[in-house]
């Protein structure tokens, strides 16, 4: 999922200073989950923001929202109403999410309340880390499900590096080797074999280089 923080609640406050009503939009989605745009997220956001502008002898008027999805137009046509006769959008999602809710009100002010971080997964509740590089080629099947791309410190893919000792990477004695850890697992599962297979050189065209990407499912489009 997404993994996303909220900035501070100064960061967010300048992006309104001239506003006097304001709608905060939270996301049900991957943000809920990381506890950074839910719904309490949302309201907290809006309460901090209206005792800060009363503090300020400025007072802000808010308006809260929580959207499905922020990533998806069906779920933010419901927001029609709400923005009408607000002066910005503060937006709780990951920024797909803000540029949707732009491209869709191209006459709001949009702003992000989020810094979108990284592709992870949860570890702890509060704690998350990153697992997926979003590289468009994966090769996961290759090494025994462990992302190299991502969870070694210089995204080697055809083995270990010189600084890798007692299964530690060399930025950190707290961080595993990832090589180590696709040895390891491929040992167990009776695979190192696979580990000796040429492997043509990784198509990097599919990753980030070279404009948006796309994904389509003609199968599932509508006309």
Not at 190 to 204: I, S, T
Request: hydrophobic share 35%; charged share 25%.
């Amino acid at each position: 999922m997404i993994i996303a923080q909220q900035k501070s609640i100064q960061d967010i406050a300048s992006m309104i200073e001239d506003c006097n009503k304001v709608l905060l939009v939270g996301c049900a989605g991957c943000v809920t989950v990381c506890l950074a745009g839910g719904e309490k997220e949302t309201e907290v956001l809006a309460a901090s923001l209206r005792i800060k502008r009363r503090l300020e002898n400025k007072p802000l008027e808010t308006v809260t929202f929580v959207a499905t999805r922020q990533c998806d137009p069906e779920y933010i046509e419901t927001l029609e109403s709400y923005v009408k006769d607000v002066d910005a959008v503060i937006s709780l999602a990951c920024g797909v999410g803000v540029q949707y809710v732009a491209e869709r009100f191209s006459d709001k002010w949009v702003v992000p309340a989020l810094n979108t971080n990284f592709i992870g997964g949860s570890l702890n509740h509060g704690e998350w880390e990153e697992r997926c590089g979003l590289c468009g080629d994966c090769v996961l099947h290759r090494t025994g499900g462990i992302c190299p791309i991502i969870r070694c410190s210089k995204s080697i893919l055809n083995g270990p590096c010189g600084g890798s000792q007692y299964g530690k990477c060399e930025i950190s004695k707290d961080m595993d080797c990832a090589w180590q850890l696709i040895y390891d697992r491929m040992k167990a599962l009776g695979k190192l074999d696979k580990l000796m297979e040429y492997q043509p050189p990784k198509d990097w065209s599919k990753s980030r280089d070279g404009g948006p990407r796309r994904a389509v499912r003609e199968d599932v489009m509508i006309d």
